[in-house]
Structure formats: C-alpha cells, structure tokens
C-alpha cells in the first residue's frame, strides 16, 4: 500500500510564504501524476496544482497561478509545493494526491494576520 506523508503547513501572515512536501513510500514507474488539493471548512475539496510523469507537464488552479510552484524529485520519491504571496482564502488543509489514487492525511496552511 502507497503511502504519502505531508509536512511544511502552519500559521503564515498574507504575503508570506510555505513550502509543502510530501514523501511517497513508493513510485510505480508507471505513475501518471502527483500533486496536492485542498479543502477549505465547508467547501469541497479542488485541485491545487499536479505534474504529470511523462513530460512534467504542470497544471495550476487560476487563483494560484504565479504564486504556487510545483515541483518533484522522483529519486526521494518526493513532491513540494513552493507557495508565495499567500492570502487568507488560501487557508485549508493540503492534501498530496498520488495518480488520483492515494491520498497523505493532510497538512494545515492558515493565512492570517
């Protein structure tokens, strides 16, 4: 079983910045993406930002383009989220989401003055 742990959340001032990571016990070769969602109390849980094996393709949600960078290093079996500039509705519990399959239990980013 495939598991993910996420480490770097925590209590940020708006403009500042965090980087997320996320340590997969395993890759299969095979893998088609990873990346990060997250969940905002009472609302749904979106995609954030994922990078496809094949070529490192990236996608971004708008309201995080030009902020966030993703990033990943297949030899520590590791992906990061590089966030900057960060804003209160940026607040939520960031999840690592391995080929939209597995799932890490979650990290907290509060962005608050």
């Known amino acids: 079983q495939l598991q993910l742990v996420e480490s770097g959340g925590g209590l940020v001032q708006p403009g500042g910045s965090l980087r997320l990571s996320c340590k997969a016990s395993?890759?299969?070769?095979?893998?088609?993406?990873i990346g990060w969602f997250r969940q905002a109390p009472g609302k749904e849980r979106e995609g954030v930002s994922c990078?496809?094996?094949?070529?490192?393709?990236?996608y971004y949600l708008d309201s995080v383009k030009g902020r966030f960078t993703i990033s990943r290093d297949d030899a520590k079996k590791m992906v990061f989220l590089q966030m900057d500039n960060l804003k209160p509705e940026d607040t939520a519990v960031y999840y690592c989401?391995?080929?939209?399959?597995?799932w890490g239990q979650g990290t907290q980013v509060t962005v608050s003055s």
């Open positions: 989401n391995y080929n939209f399959a597995f």
């Open positions: 395993k890759f299969y070769l095979d893998y088609r993406a």
């Open positions: 990078i496809s094996s094949s070529d490192s393709s990236t």
